[in-house]
């Protein structure tokens, strides 16, 4: 197939080396990807605090789907690459075929449920009357366009699984700019486009996405040719939608588990004011840019081991765990360094309030210590998955979560204040990481053992 010819083999040459050349993309498409919130923010913003506000309701359920979509794409990029490192292609054809179209229902699903509880929801979240009209405005054209914001994640997971990253961060780019071009067209009806307000944002939204989607699948049919017709019969589809959710499932809960923690932090931070609150929110604003690395590597890493091991080349992949630790050491502290230096002046951008800007410089002071041990929890994860194994990493982000970093920062918040809890979100980023390397250095050992007693035999 065209996608054999055309791509560098990523079982061959220095680890490093292909690793950063597939993470470098996606640095610009994940950059890319995290300006719709901040673009369609920016323009609701100019309607008045009602639509501001009926869009902030929409924040948890958006991102619930996407965990939703992440996930189904970490089941994909996660089967693919392990079939495409062993070199059946006719089963790659099969799983990203039949990984579309479990997309595609999935998202039908999500779809109708959304548009029948869209009152009931939106009440249990605590939405006000008044606004119950103005969330329906943006989530009833979201939820029919929902399908445009889960297949294309599977699609583009499916050509980073093939070690195709550069296109999809580029698809990535073109649907943001997209979206920029569309949001104030369709929000304030410039240049005869009808005005839409709240709805027009959804729409940009909608439209910018059925753009990723229709180019992904072209992609996928026409210069990959790895998507074709999902299996006709059952047995075979259900074999199919098992290996992918096998990963996918826990994919889903650990990425919904992360911003679930946010909002109990954001209660504890509350209780020191709102000048806390909003100076938490401007260190929030700053720290996934400075992350998105991390980001783009976690993003590739998945695919590179599965490759690996669906070829059995257990030498790269325990050489891709040193690279990674390595990495993330000298990035993480590079990152802390950056940021206890220019921090302040970076935060003083979002806020000129002394109080604010001293929670923001307080939080950029302190927790980027930890960023290394935190960058390597993204990119173990993204490992376990990649291999097929994902309850390890799972295990090790609710952990991270629920079993230390919640309680430390309730006790550190309680008896130190807001610096206690900063402290204890650095003293779970590097433990969880140091267990992360540990685990999964001992898992490939184990993995190459194993391999080693079945081919004695």
Same mark, same amino acid.
């Given at each position: 197939?065209?996608?054999?010819?055309?791509?560098?083999?990523?079982?061959?040459?220095?680890?490093?080396?292909?690793?950063?050349?597939?993470?470098?993309?996606?640095?610009?498409?994940?950059?890319?990807?995290?300006?719709?919130?901040?673009?369609?923010?920016?323009?609701?913003?100019?309607?008045?605090?009602?639509?501001?506000?009926?869009?902030?309701?929409?924040?948890?359920?958006?991102?619930?789907?996407?965990?939703?979509?992440?996930?189904?794409?970490?089941?994909?990029?996660?089967?693919?690459?392990?079939?495409?490192?062993?070199?059946?292609?006719?089963?790659?054809?099969?799983?990203?075929?039949?990984?579309?179209?479990?997309?595609?229902?999935?998202?039908?699903?999500?779809?109708?449920?959304?548009?029948?509880?869209?009152?009931?929801?939106?009440?249990?979240?605590?939405?006000?009357?008044?606004?119950?009209?103005?969330?329906?405005?943006?989530?009833?054209?979201?939820?029919?366009?929902?399908?445009?914001?889960? #297949?294309?994640?599977?699609?583009?997971?499916?050509?980073?699984?093939?070690?195709?990253?550069?296109?999809?961060?580029?698809?990535?780019?073109?649907?943001?700019?997209?979206?920029?071009?569309?949001?104030?067209?369709?929000?304030?009806?410039?240049?005869?486009?009808?005005?839409?307000?709240?709805?027009?944002?959804?729409?940009?939204? #909608?439209?910018?996405?059925?753009?990723?989607?229709?180019?992904?699948?072209?992609?996928?049919?026409?210069?990959?040719?790895?998507?074709?017709?999902?299996?006709?019969?059952?047995?075979?589809?259900?074999?199919?939608?098992?290996?992918?959710?096998?990963?996918?499932?826990?994919?889903?809960?650990?990425?919904?588990?992360?911003?679930?923690?946010?909002?109990?932090?954001?209660?504890?931070?509350?209780?020191?004011?709102?000048?806390?609150?909003?100076?938490?929110?401007?260190?929030?604003?700053?720290?996934?840019?400075?992350?998105?690395?991390?980001?783009?590597?976690?993003?590739?890493?998945?695919?590179?081991?599965?490759?690996?091991?669906?070829?059995?080349?257990?030498?790269?992949?325990?050489?891709?765990?040193?690279?990674?630790?390595?990495?993330?050491?000298?990035?993480?502290?590079?990152?802390?360094?950056?940021?206890?230096?220019?921090?302040?002046?970076?935060?003083?951008?979002?806020?000129?309030?002394?109080?604010?800007?001293?929670?923001?410089?307080?939080?950029?002071?302190?927790?980027?210590?930890?960023?290394?041990?935190?960058?390597?929890?993204?990119?173990?994860?993204?490992?376990?998955?990649?291999?097929?194994?994902?309850?390890?990493?799972?295990?090790?982000?609710?952990?991270?979560?629920?079993?230390?970093?919640?309680?430390?920062?309730?006790?550190?918040?309680?008896?130190?204040?807001?610096?206690?809890?900063?402290?204890?979100?650095?003293?779970?980023?590097?433990?969880?990481?140091?267990?992360?390397?540990?685990?999964?250095?001992?898992?490939?050992?184990?993995?190459?053992?194993?391999?080693?007693?079945?081919?004695?035999?």
């Amino acid at each position: 197939m065209s996608s054999q010819r055309t791509l560098p083999s990523l079982l061959e040459g220095p680890v490093a080396a292909h690793l950063r050349r597939l993470a470098l993309p996606m640095v610009w498409g994940i950059l890319a990807t995290m300006s719709f919130n901040v673009v369609d923010t920016y323009f609701v913003a100019q309607l008045g605090d009602g639509p501001l506000a009926a869009m902030s309701f929409t924040f948890p359920v958006v991102m619930v789907i996407n965990a939703l979509a992440i996930g189904l794409g970490a089941g994909t990029s996660s089967a693919v690459a392990r079939a495409y490192g062993a070199g059946d292609m006719l089963e790659v054809k099969r799983l990203v075929s039949n990984a579309t179209l479990l997309a595609f229902v999935i998202a039908v699903a999500v779809s109708a449920l959304g548009l029948l509880t869209i009152e009931p929801l939106f009440r249990l979240l605590g939405a006000q009357e008044r606004l119950l009209p103005l969330i329906a405005e943006y989530m009833v054209p979201w939820y029919l366009g929902a399908v445009f914001a889960v #297949v294309p994640m599977v699609a583009l997971s499916a050509l980073r699984a093939i070690g195709n990253s550069a296109i999809t961060g580029r698809i990535l780019m073109a649907v943001a700019l997209f979206n920029l071009i569309l949001d104030p067209l369709l929000i304030f009806g410039l240049y005869g486009f009808p005005r839409l307000e709240l709805q027009g944002a959804a729409l940009a939204t #909608v439209i910018a996405r059925g753009l990723s989607f229709a180019i992904a699948l072209h992609v996928l049919v026409r210069r990959e040719q790895i998507l074709g017709m999902p299996s006709r019969h059952w047995p075979e589809l259900k074999a199919s939608w098992r290996a992918l959710l096998a990963v996918g499932l826990p994919a889903i809960a650990t990425n919904v588990i992360i911003p679930m923690s946010g909002g109990v932090v954001v209660a504890l931070v509350a209780s020191h004011g709102a000048d806390a609150v909003a100076g938490l929110g401007v260190a929030l604003r700053i720290e996934p840019v400075a992350l998105i690395v991390f980001y783009a590597l976690s993003s590739v890493v998945g695919p590179f081991m599965g490759q690996n091991a669906g070829a059995n080349r257990h030498d790269r992949l325990i050489e891709t765990v040193s690279v990674l630790a390595r990495f993330s050491i000298f990035f993480g502290i590079g990152l802390a360094l950056v940021l206890w230096l220019v921090g302040g002046k970076v935060a003083s951008l979002f806020s000129d309030s002394p109080q604010v800007l001293a929670v923001a410089v307080a939080y950029l002071s302190l927790v980027p210590i930890s960023y290394a041990g935190y960058g390597f929890v993204m990119s173990a994860n993204a490992a376990f998955n990649g291999l097929g194994h994902p309850l390890p990493g799972t295990f090790i982000s609710f952990l991270r979560v629920l079993g230390l970093y919640l309680p430390l920062a309730w006790i550190g918040n309680y008896y130190w204040g807001i610096q206690g809890l900063f402290v204890a979100t650095v003293i779970s980023n590097l433990a969880i990481g140091t267990m992360a390397w540990w685990w999964l250095r001992r898992y490939l050992g184990t993995r190459e053992a194993q391999l080693q007693n079945a081919l004695a035999k």
